[in-house]
């Protein structure tokens, strides 16, 4: 990252790791210990490196160039370029298409717009450098996914987000792609039985593509570099790319799009972010309703303020005939019903803790239910609400969106996953015919 950024001389000190989950003690020993790398005392060069003189070379500015590109490679046999494009690093370790300029030039049909067209700019993260891409290079990348043409305005779509499937955080991220609208059988989508798995070219090559337009065009997904998850994700693969069942949806549910401010007959693609996602067949004599609230409630993970629950149509149906007219219905009595374990709110709540050791209330009768009870506090709107009427003009939820509701399946089972994918945001399909 220094060196793209033109400071190829950064100073730099490396503590050991991990530093994760590691006590103030071990801390201490870090930083009174030595540089793993150089084997120096680490104090001592954090001390050298603020105090030294800057060189004229350090203190000059600006990205260092770009090393050009060009259009096409010299031809070779067909052996000899899938290694090439292996060993650069442009594949996701598939085998790919390889984009031959009859092959681009067919996928640049389906679209109005120019190969040289501006699309977007996309970066591994934040202190990395953007990387500006156009239609024709975004077509490059969905001939080595094995797109179809037909599919090419939804993945042009998709890469004028700018958002990169492949995170550079060492918690392992990972991405999801909702579709909603006409789109879904124009292309030939699976919304119904296995949409989540590898039977559909539509859901898994559109999601592969985003992959490899995240490495190719956004300069993601070399480890160590610009990608640092620890034990990375098969997520990343296609991305959880599926669209909604919305032929299957209860009276009164809209689809995903049109909560978010759409028309019906947009074709849009959602993008969430998230780490994990379980998939629950938990039979119980309560109403699947109340399990979910459950699951909900003790659901630990990296992100404690969202959720998503994807859910199949037969489960869907379940919770309205209980009277839930509408997604925010349930998502609003999840968010009123659902507390937070007392060994989770503690851990994460220090000051508060402080104030129960004073007797302040209401922590000190939260303390006093003990960290295996719940205290009625919801992660999802930091109010204690959990149970109790709440007044719509008091910024109810805080989060905008902080649970979101997905129907998709194919009805063989009351089947739902949930997980910590949060919304993050929506596009049009359309303006990319």
């Given amino acids: 990252m220094a060196y793209k950024r033109g400071i190829p001389n950064l100073r730099t000190v490396f503590t050991p790791h991990p530093v994760t989950d590691r006590s103030s003690g071990v801390s201490r020993k870090y930083l009174e210990g030595k540089d793993p790398v150089t084997g120096k ?30 259009r096409f490679l010299v031809p070779d046999t067909v052996e000899s370029l899938e290694k090439y494009f292996y060993e650069n690093n442009f594949t996701d370790g598939l085998p790919i298409v390889l984009p031959t300029e009859e092959k681009v030039a067919e996928m640049l049909k389906a679209t109005s717009h120019e190969p040289e067209e501006y699309v977007g700019k996309m970066a591994a993260s934040t202190p990395h450098e953007a990387w500006e891409y156009t239609v024709e290079m975004v077509a490059v990348n ?31 991220y990972a991405r999801m792609a909702l579709f909603n609208g006409p789109i879904v059988q124009e292309i030939g989508m699976n919304s119904g ?20 337009i995240s490495k190719n065009l956004g300069g993601s997904g070399t480890p160590g570099e610009t990608y640092m998850g620890s034990q990375g994700t098969s997520l990343n693969y296609n991305n959880l790319c599926f669209p909604e069942t919305e032929e299957e949806l209860p009276p009164g549910w809209q689809p995903f799009h049109v909560q978010k401010g759409f028309q019906r007959s947009e074709s849009v ?13 938990w039979y119980s004599p309560m109403p699947i309703y ?27 149906a379940d919770i309205a005939a ?15 019903n659902t ?10 709540r220090q000051e508060e803790l402080r104030q129960a050791e004073r007797g302040v209330e ?30 719509p003009s008091v910024n109810f939820p805080r989060s905008p969106t902080p649970i979101e509701i997905i129907v998709m399946g194919g009805k063989t089972n009351t089947y739902w996953s949930g997980g910590d994918f949060s919304y993050a945001s929506s596009t049009t399909v359309d303006k990319w015919r």
């Fill in 290 to 316: 109340q399990v979910i609230r459950g699951w909900l409630e003790h659901f630990f993970s990296t992100s404690v303020t969202g959720a998503t629950i994807i859910m199949d149509p037969t489960v869907a």
């Fill in 142 to 172: 969905a001939v080595m996914s094995g797109a179809k043409p037909e599919y090419f305005p939804a993945i042009l779509a998709l890469a004028s987000t700018g958002a990169t499937s492949l995170i550079s955080s060492t918690s392992s």
């Fill in 41 to 70: 005392p680490f104090l001592e060069e954090i001390i050298a490196a603020l105090t030294e003189p800057v060189s004229k070379e350090d203190g000059e500015t600006g990205y260092l160039p770009r090393e050009p590109r060009p």
């Fill in 339 to 348: 507390g937070t374990p007392g060994w989770l709110y503690w851990q994460t």
């Fill in 269 to 281: 693609i959602s993008i969430f972010g998230g780490w994990s996602l379980n998939n629950i067949a």
């Fill in 362 to 391: 209401p922590y000190a009768s939260y303390i006093k239910l003990g960290e295996n009870n719940v205290i009625p506090v919801s992660r999802f709107t930091g109010e204690a609400v959990m149970g109790v009427p709440v007044n």
């Fill in 193 to 212: 039985v296995g949409a989540m798995g590898p039977f559909n070219r539509a859901n898994a090559t559109i999601g592969r593509c985003w992959t490899l």
């Fill in 322 to 336: 209980a009277g839930f007219d509408s997604k925010r219905a349930y998502a609003d009595y999840l968010i009123r």
